[in-house]
């Protein structure tokens, strides 16, 4: 059984501040060791439940947060940007049984510690097909689209609640409950650990592959909190301008998409201005 464990940092313990998954920050430096943590936990839990081998795909921003000299020897990670399927990479690989979602939270324009959908601002929501989507909830798709089930969700209270709108079945972890988008009520990484390592070897059990969902179209809208970003966003091909801070478009498959989206939010996030934004 092969796992993949897809990690991002606005999720893991003790993260509650922009400064705790902003590379470079001293902040970012201590809370490392924390996401780390979490990591080794799902390594653990699924290596208990039965995983022949898991591979750790960072998923945080330059995709250079995790500490290799710390990880369980068990796993191997992959680190660093531009790739493939970008947070999901590694389910297109037929021998994968199930994938997991580590640190993860809630999107734009929900509660949730740390919430934001791939832009840490600018965009106010994102909906695939009318119903408001998360970066858990857009990875799923493409799990999905692979035959790939998510069996385990990290994060905060919320995000566990998130879970539950693309994989219901999947066990969940919550490290901290959420207070505001800033702050949280957080456990120790010493009970976090424990409470992560047996979730992971619970939804080991869930790790089968499924049929691939190949026969979808999703029909994507993205908000900004500006008109420009929509102006500049609409450029990008098969993206159209649906309102003064809105674009959508349509996409024959999950990986389609995740394609595109990715595209949109880059040439969002060129388009920001410091102040106005
Ligand atoms: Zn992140």
Known sequence: ???????????????????????????WQRCRALFTSDVNAA?????????SSVLVNEAHSTMRNLLLEDLDPRAEMLTGRHKDLTMVEGVQHPDVSGVAFVGYHTGAGAEGVLAHTYLGNSITGVRVDGVPASEGYLNSLVAAEFGVPVTLVTGDDLTCRDAATYAPDAVTAAVKDCVSRYAAVCRPPAVTFELIRAAAERAAALCVRAEPVTDRTFEVEVEFDATHLAAATAAVPTVRRTDVRRV?????SAYAMIRTFKTVTTVAAAAVENTYG
């Open 43 to 51: 390594v653990a839990g699924f290596f208990d439940g039965g995983a």
């Open 1 to 27: 059984m092969r796992v993949v464990i897809s990690a991002d940092m606005e999720g893991a313990t003790g993260v509650t501040w922009p400064d705790d998954c902003e590379p470079g920050n001293p902040a």
């Open 248 to 252: 959508a478009f349509t996409a024959d």
